[in-house]
């Protein structure tokens, strides 16, 4: 008996002291990432406004490929390192370097500036890895522990630039390897993003507000719909990522320089600008808005798909995940009145179906969208999710991503 009780003493002693040692550590890494994520947030709505308010800022956009390239030689790498890097981190244990943060943020900063068309959470992720590699060498952290380190840096500072911390915390935990979700790491994550989001929020960093949407009444018409819509956002997304891969193979087959590549993207970039307009240009989240709203060009997702393409393929730092909001907000709510659907209820389903297909993350992408839109429609935007990430097979944003389990059956070739 007594032997009995010491065991579950000891066990109860392992718990508290995980929880201790995590709850340190997560606020620890919420708190600096917040800030980090806040001033980084700051800095890149300035440089977006300066671009909107100046346009000749877009005539220099060579001048600003030149410096983002130049900041990756600096150390000695070269500039095609991504989200990538951070996935590769969680597969391998080889922590993020801090540089790497700090390459990111001038690159993302100065693609921004001058009208790349890209988002900020790619760069979010780095940022966040990389400014936890510290902790993690101060207290000598094993090397699982390194991992969940990790994943509270990318929690953080995706949850400090964007607001929705719960969301934030499971796509980290369930990015890299698709079909496990890390659930050790469940609480170091959400006690990073919120706190994160709490201290970005007192530095007055704001985070995305949807529009209100208007549900339809749940019928088996209306599910049937969902389902065509879901099905053509896995088409759709399918595209974007063909079009993005393909984009940085040829930029990397014909132009071996990198000096040169990015000299070649930012001339195609200018002239798409000047034959579409700047709508396209920046991360697009204004244009997704807008499509929630009912409000949207027929064609724009196939502009913001040609100039993120071209601007991540050519070696502009930032990220394709907002670019991914304005494609699939701008799809839906194109393509949802041909079904019958309201055009902004379309537009919110495809902002979520379409993230969902290229990131392959269905547990975060359901959690999205009750953080943006509520928890009144869920059962549509579950729904959507499970077959947009079922149909869009083994295509992924991040090449370092990890099919652990066949979306079909065991054993299935893909």
């Excluded at 929705?164 to 979700?181: D, H, I, K, Y």
Aim: proline share 4%; aromatic share 10%; charged share 10%.
């Amino acid at each position: 008996m007594q032997q009995m009780i010491r065991e579950r003493e000891q066990r109860i002693g392992l718990y508290l002291k995980f929880f201790v040692k995590w709850t340190a550590l997560a606020l620890l890494a919420g708190a600096v990432c917040g800030a980090v994520g806040a001033v980084f947030h700051h800095l890149v709505e300035l440089a977006g406004a300066l671009f909107t308010s100046h346009s000749w800022l877009l005539y220099i956009l060579p001048v600003s490929g030149l410096a983002v390239v130049s900041v990756y030689r600096m150390f000695g790498v070269e500039p095609e390192e991504g989200a990538n890097l951070v996935i590769r981190s969680l597969r391998t244990g080889n922590p993020v370097p801090p540089t790497a943060a700090a390459r990111v943020f001038v690159s993302t900063i100065l693609t921004h500036l001058c009208g790349g068309s890209a988002g900020r959470e790619g760069a979010a992720l780095i940022i966040g890895a990389g400014m936890v590699t510290f902790f993690e060498r101060l207290f000598h952290l094993s090397e699982r522990a390194k991992k969940k380190m990790t994943m509270c840096g990318m929690s953080a500072l995706f949850s400090a630039v964007f607001g929705t911390p719960v969301a934030a915390a499971l796509f980290s935990m369930e990015v890299s390897s698709v079909g496990v979700l890390q659930y050790t790491a469940l609480y170091p994550c959400l006690a990073a993003s919120l706190t994160a989001w709490g201290v970005s929020s007192f530095l007055r960093t704001k985070g995305v507000s949807m529009p209100r949407i208007t549900y339809p009444a749940a019928s088996l018409g209306t599910m049937l719909r969902v389902t065509v819509l879901a099905l053509l956002c896995a088409a759709c997304a399918i595209l974007f990522l063909s079009v993005v891969h393909f984009a940085a193979h040829q930029f990397h087959r014909r132009f071996e320089n990198p000096y040169i590549r990015i000299i070649a993207g930012s001339i195609l970039l200018i002239i798409l600008t000047l034959l579409l307009g700047r709508d396209y240009n920046g991360a697009g989240m204004g244009i997704a808005i807008q499509a929630v709203a009912g409000q949207a060009v027929p064609w724009a997702f196939l502009a913001k798909i040609l100039l993120t393409a071209v601007t991540i393929g050519a070696g502009f730092k930032g990220g394709e995940i907002v670019p991914a909001f304005f494609i699939g907000a701008t799809f839906g709510c194109a393509v949802g009145p041909l079904l019958g659907l309201d055009p902004g209820f379309a537009a919110a389903l495809g902002l979520i179906a379409l993230f969902c297909s290229v990131v392959n993350c269905p547990a975060a992408s359901i959690v999205l969208s009750v953080e943006l839109f509520g928890g009144e429609g869920l059962w549509f935007f579950a729904a959507a999710c499970g077959l947009s990430y079922l149909m869009s097979g083994h295509y992924t944003l991040y090449a370092e991503q990890n099919f652990v389990n066949s979306k079909l059956e065991k054993n299935v070739e893909y």
